[in-house]
C-alpha cells in the first residue's frame, strides 16, 4: 500500500539555525514527491517537488529537499530557518507511470516552530 | 494571477440543514479534489474529478455528502443533512494532470461549524 509517513508532530528550531523536518514513504514504482506548507487559516501552498534528475531539489523560500531512493525519504531542509516559516508542512507522494489518476497521498504533517 | 476560489469562506448552520460548498478551479486544470481537514484526522482526500468526471469519491459519506462538477468552472460538494461531526474545513484544489508531474493548488478552504 502506498503511503506517506511524518515521524514528527512537531518540531522546534532557533531562529538562523538550519531546519529538517523529515518525510518517508512508500509506494511501488516511481514516485512523485511534494512538500506543501499551510499558515494558519489558509490553503496548502506547492513548495518543491521532486520528478526525476538530481536528488537535491530547490523551491520556495528558501527551502530544499533531498530526494534518497535508498532510504525512501525526502526531507525536507533550510540551511537558516526564519520565525516566518513557523506553519504547518506536508508531505505527499504520487505514484507515477500509467494508470496514474492525479492523486496525492498526504502525510499527517509536521508543526515547525522557529523560535526568535 | 490565477487561483482557486472557494465560497463561502466560512458556514455556521444547525444539525439537519443542507450545506452547499462552491469551488472555482483555475481555468484550464483538468483535475479537481476536495479535502477535508480536521485536528483529529488530519487531512483527507474526499473525492476527485478528471475532466468533470467522478474518478473517486470512496473517502466520502455517502449517505449524506455528493460531490458535482456541473461546469468545467465549478464544482460543488453538498452535505444533507449535516451532523456537527462534519465540523471541519473543506479544501478545494485543482491542477494539470500531465504524466503526475503537477501539483495542485489549493484554494482557501470553506470553515463548516455545525451546531
Known amino acids: 500500500a502506498q503511503s506517506v509517513a511524518q515521524p514528527e508532530d512537531q518540531v522546534n528550531v532557533a531562529e538562523g539555525n538550519p531546519l529538517t523536518v523529515k518525510c518517508t514513504y512508500s509506494v511501488s514504482g516511481n514516485p512523485y514527491l511534494f512538500w506543501y506548507v499551510q499558515y494558519p487559516n489558509r490553503g496548502l501552498q506547492f513548495l518543491l517537488k521532486y520528478i526525476t534528475g538530481d536528488n537535491l531539489v530547490k523551491g520556495s523560500y528558501g527551502f530544499e529537499a533531498e530526494f534518497n531512493k535508498s532510504q525512501t525519504s525526502f526531507h525536507l531542509k533550510k540551511p537558516s530557518a526564519l520565525v516566518s516559516d513557523s506553519a504547518l508542512y506536508f508531505c505527499?507522494?504520487?505514484?507515477?507511470?500509467?494508470?496514474?489518476?492525479?492523486?496525492?497521498?498526504f502525510g499527517q504533517g509536521t508543526t515547525l516552530q522557529v523560535k526568535p | 494571477d490565477a487561483r482557486v476560489t472557494q465560497t463561502p469562506r466560512h458556514k455556521v448552520t444547525e444539525m439537519g440543514q443542507e450545506v452547499t460548498m462552491r469551488c472555482q478551479p483555475i481555468l484550464g486544470h483538468n483535475t479537481v479534489f476536495w479535502y477535508r481537514q480536521t485536528m483529529m484526522q488530519g487531512l483527507e482526500l474526499l473525492a476527485y474529478?478528471?475532466?468533470?468526471?467522478?474518478?473517486?469519491d470512496s473517502g466520502m459519506p455517502k449517505d449524506r455528502f455528493s460531490a458535482e462538477m456541473p461546469d468545467a468552472t465549478l464544482a460543488t460538494l453538498k452535505i444533507q443533512p449535516s451532523e456537527p461531526r462534519d465540523s471541519a474545513v473543506y479544501f478545494c484544489a485543482s491542477g494539470l494532470l500531465a504524466g503526475a508531474r503537477n501539483e495542485q493548488f489549493f484554494g482557501p478552504g470553506t470553515r463548516l461549524t455545525v451546531l
Open positions: 505527499a507522494v504520487r505514484f507515477g507511470g500509467s494508470g496514474n489518476t492525479g492523486k496525492l497521498i
Open positions: 474529478f478528471r475532466n468533470r468526471a467522478p474518478l473517486d
